[in-house]
């Protein structure tokens, strides 16, 4: 874990930082963070972990060991990343590595409702955009400047539009992206709905 | 877009409100947690000073971490007794029913949940676990949700969500002889992706799966997430109804009636729209055995693995991957792949009937020489019932061990594990890369009937060669 971890808060409307690819496509939560590493209450020690599997194959040459990629904070990916299972651990533990935003082909659902939920926006690109910035060469990371109001990212290599659902945009820039306190706001059609379903008329309390 | 279908109606009908952004605030009808996801929900509603707001609709097991040879408590392993500890903890201090190990009731969320009654139709169903799909074949709307959402729904009861696609899937004709519902589920995810799902609820259809009991359909729904589909749903009907009525959380005597004929009323209307419906026919299904490390990368068993010409050109970088981590060659055959170690559970396949289909292959065989095999049932019902019939004696008999109920060896986080490079042949739903804890460890999904026909043969078999006349 990097020691000042801090879970993003508030309005974000501009991440910057360098870029770090992971190429490969239907890459899952199981590799992100194996199950093993799921044994635990909180989230705290789960950076080291991140992609552990892959990355003793790999003996250091795993992106997430390269020492030009240490300070990296903006990942890149292909098609379908976090596909698999619903754990939250796969997120976390990459935003506890220092990944901040993700711009990818494409993403499974709950991977990247989770990634929305904690902080992490992710951004679709083209799979030729994403393979330019991938097989980008020179002897420092790209440094990507994401904005949020406009869905835009800018480099040396190229200023390009990302595409982001609406909903999640407006929760960074608003600040309200923890869900909680904007569900919550609606106490009383809560207590309604309650009321009213069918089936909970009909059925016992569980306890 | 979508109109008057199974997930129009169950979705209007939980919809709280719009929410500025464009995602609607959905009331979540019964929420199931478990040991894995859910601490730290419960730590994050103590750092917001929040309550439970409805502690009488979430319902509680322990599953992913409990071990499946010796339950007795403490735990061996420290972490794993940490896990169910603290959700020992939360459930009493929120007042949450918990099934937890010994209560007759204990088993995988998946499982239990229908096993209990309190799945039932037209119920917006939530878990922090993906598989959370299964209950769809019930007629309710039943999805995975992250941590966070797990947090929301302890809060409100409600969370933020896009309204899904909805997609169906008609299956005509039935399926064929030694061919079941698993088989026709990684058929169809062979054929439309791991990612087509994306955005989608599936609802699947046809007289394939009106045929279908109700433990099969929990297998088709329960591998929607496999193709990318948050959901899938099979509309209710009378075989619904006979299994969901006189279990501990059903609705009772008057209410039964009521009930029966609400839920009547949530099938997708005849004239009902779809974003879009694909058909498949079940009769073409050969038992179906996966070959790559994912679960859309599969064959029929007398097929040959495919070679990268023939696989579409977006699915080509993980193809490669696949062969090169399997240790296939394409043009190879699957059949008769040698396997080092058979699971026969999980929350696909780790229900009564499975026990039954498998032990039917198994009676009176023995298992191959040096091959690891072990059944896992779904739930302490499901052990009990199948120890009732004597299938426990029939899987030992073979030389099958027989465990106590959990995930296992699903995704090992136990000590169910394969070593080193060991093929599996293995009932679940996750051949991902190192997900049976072994990092190089190597799973093959298939239907329990074909784990036990693998079983005997100590290879990948067919398992109509095995079926008794
Ligand atoms: S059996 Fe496997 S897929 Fe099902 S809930 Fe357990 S770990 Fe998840």
């Known amino acids: 874990m990097k020691d000042n971890f801090q879970p993003p808060l508030g309005k974000i409307s501009k991440i910057a930082g360098k870029s770090i690819s992971l190429i490969g496509d239907d890459i899952d939560t199981d590799r992100i963070i194996p199950a093993r590493f799921l044994k635990c209450v909180n989230f705290d020690y789960l950076a080291k972990s991140v992609f552990a599997d892959d990355r003793k194959n790999l003996k250091g040459m795993h992106p997430f060991d390269l020492k030009s990629n240490e300070e990296s904070s903006i990942l890149i990916v292909n098609s379908n990343f976090g596909c698999g299972s619903s754990r939250e651990h796969a997120p976390q533990a990459l935003m506890r590595w220092g990944i901040k935003a993700i711009i990818g082909e494409s993403f499974a659902e709950i991977f990247y409702s989770n990634c929305i939920a904690i902080g992490i926006p992710c951004y679709t690109l083209s799979k030729e955009l994403i393979k330019k910035i991938q097989h980008h060469k020179s002897e420092h990371n790209l440094f990507l400047e994401i904005d949020i109001a406009k869905s835009e990212v800018k480099s040396d290599l190229l200023t390009v539009n990302l595409g982001i659902k609406e909903s999640a945009k407006n929760m960074f820039l608003s600040g309200k992206w923890d869900a909680t306190s904007t569900l919550l706001e609606n106490t009383n059609l809560i207590d309604k709905k309650m009321n009213d379903l069918p089936y909970l008329k009909f059925n016992n309390k569980y306890f | 877009m979508s109109h008057n279908t199974l997930f129009d109606k169950v979705w209007d009908l939980h919809k709280v409100v719009s929410l500025p952004g464009g995602s609607d605030q959905i009331f979540i009808g019964l929420h199931l947690i478990h040991e894995v996801t859910s601490p730290q929900a419960f730590e994050a509603l103590k750092d917001k000073n929040l309550k439970v707001k409805f502690p009488s609709r979430t319902v509680a097991t322990v599953d992913h971490i409990v071990p499946t040879d010796n339950q007795s408590r403490p735990f061996k392993d420290d972490l794993a007794e940490q896990m169910i500890n603290t959700l020992e903890k939360n459930c009493i201090k929120h007042k949450i029913k918990f099934y937890n190990i010994g209560s007759g009731n204990q088993g995988i969320v998946h499982v239990v949940a229908p096993e209990l009654g309190l799945t039932q139709p037209g119920m917006t169903i939530a878990c922090g676990d993906s598989h959370t799909s299964t209950h769809g074949a019930f007629g309710s709307i039943a999805f995975g949700i992250g941590t966070s959402q797990v947090r929301d729904v302890l809060a409100s009861q409600t969370i933020a969500m896009n309204k899904l696609k909805v997609r169906q899937i008609w299956c005509e004709n039935t399926l064929s002889n030694g061919v079941y519902a698993k088989d026709l589920v990684l058929h169809i995810i062979n054929q439309l992706g791991v990612k087509a799902g994306v955005g989608y609820a599936y609802e699947f259809a046809g007289p394939a799966i009106s045929e279908l009991s109700m433990e099969e359909r929990m297998t088709i729904c329960n591998m929607s997430i496999e193709g990318g589909a948050r959901c899938g749903y099979i509309n209710p009907d009378e075989k619904t109804f006979i299994y969901i009525k006189d279990r501990l959380h059903s609705p009772q005597n008057i209410n039964w009636n009521k009930a029966v004929e609400w839920w009547e009323s949530l099938k997708s209307d005849e004239n009902s729209t779809f974003d879009d419906v694909i058909k498949f026919d079940a009769s073409r299904v050969e038992p179906t055995v996966t070959w790559g490390i994912t679960p859309g990368q599969s064959i029929g068993i007398n097929q040959k693995i495919p070679s990268l010409k023939e696989i579409h050109p977006n699915d080509q970088f993980i193809a490669g ?88 060896m699903c995704l090992a986080m136990n000590s169910d594990k394969l070593i080193g490079n060991q093929v599996s042949a293995s009932s679940s739903n996750r051949n991902f890369k190192g997900r049976q804890g072994s990092p190089s460890g190597r799973t093959l999904l298939m239907s329990p009937a074909m784990v036990a026909a693998a079983a005997i043969a100590g290879k990948v078999s067919d398992v109509r060669e095995f079926i008794k006349k």
Do not use: H
């Open chain 2, 321 to 408: 991957e696949a062969y090169e981590y399997m240790g296939f060659e394409p043009g190879q055959t699957i059949k008769d792949t040698p396997i080092d170690v058979c699971f026969i559970g999980s929350c696909t396949n780790g229900r009564l009937s499975d026990l039954r289909v498998a032990a039917s292959i198994l009676e009176n065989q023995k298992v191959a020489p040096n091959l690891k095999a072990f059944v896992v049932p779904g739930s302490e019902k499901v052990a009990k019932e199948a120890k009732g019939e004597g299938l426990d004696k029939i899987f030992i008999k073979a030389g099958f061990q027989w465990r106590e109920p959990g995930c296992s």
